[in-house]
T-cell receptor
Framework: NAGVTQTPKFQVLKTGQSMTLQCAQDMNHNSMYWYRQDPGMGLRLIYYSASEGTTDKGEVPNGYNVSRLNKREFSLRLESAAPSQTSVYFC?????????????FGPGTRLTVL | KNEVEQSPQNLTAQEGEFITINCSYSVGISALHWLQQHPGGGIVSLFMLSSGKKKHGRLIATINIQEKHSSLHITASHPRDSAVYICAVQLISSGSARQLTFGSGTQLTVLP
């Protein structure tokens, strides 16, 4: 199993450009999450998908959109990037099984917006 | 005020020392997680607790639900333990989504 994969690993954008961050998991997990991590702050939830076909806003959704394409894939789109969106983005997934109630994280995407 | 507070923010220890990282939270939770973020950036889950104590190798995690407090202990610390340790809580209100609220992390450096 590859676990949770993210592409790209690094990206530099200019203000106003758009891009999509891709996330996929091969563990048949129901729930998927997008977080951003900024220096001195904890991970903050952008959007989540509790199950295939549903998405909901997290703590910091402004400037982002998401798509739960199927059970495996959950993408994050920046329609018009801003310097405030410079951050490290993590995708995570969670199995339906409440006994194994631990999120699995992707390796992260480091995004710089100039 | 953050819902999850960790202390200390930074910690430097000598190899072999006993280390304690603390986490306090102010909300009702259904579970508390300890995670480790490697210097390369990857994040892995260490423990999930809803009560009591768990041990894995040299790592021990405890939680006191009444005091809304958890500790992560590392015995016989080693330079390879150097990482950021993150406390996260699963709020009772998160329901089936089970999303986490994170502390800002503790940067641990263990010197040889």
């Amino acid at each position: 199993n590859a676990g949770v994969t993210q592409t790209p690993k690094f990206q530099v954008l200019k203000t106003g450009q758009s891009m999509t961050l891709q996330c996929a998991q091969d563990m048949n997990h129901n729930s998927m999450y997008w977080y951003r991590q900024d220096p001195g702050m904890g991970l903050r939830l952008i959007y989540y998908s509790a199950s295939e076909g549903t998405t909901d806003k997290g703590e910091v959704p402004n400037g982002y959109n998401v798509s739960r394409l199927n059970k495996r894939e959950f993408s994050l789109r920046l329609e018009s990037a801003a310097p405030s969106q410079t951050s490290v983005y993590f995708c995570a997934s969670l199995p339906r099984d409440r006994v194994r109630n631990e999120q699995f994280f992707g390796p992260g995407t480091r995004l710089t917006v100039l | 005020k953050n819902e999850v507070e960790q202390s200390p923010q930074n910690l430097t220890a000598q190899e072999g020392e006993f280390i304690t990282i603390n986490c306090s939270y102010s909300v009702g939770i259904s579970a508390l997680h300890w995670l480790q973020q490697h210097p390369g950036g990857g994040i892995v889950s260490l423990f999930m607790l809803s009560s009591g104590k768990k041990k894995h190798g040299r790592l021990i995690a405890t939680i006191n639900i009444q005091e809304k407090h958890s500790s992560l202990h590392i015995t016989a610390s080693h330079p390879r333990d150097s990482a950021v340790y993150i406390c996260a809580v699963q709020l009772i209100s998160s329901g089936s989504a089970r999303q986490l609220t994170f502390g800002s992390g503790t940067q641990l450096t263990v010197l040889p």
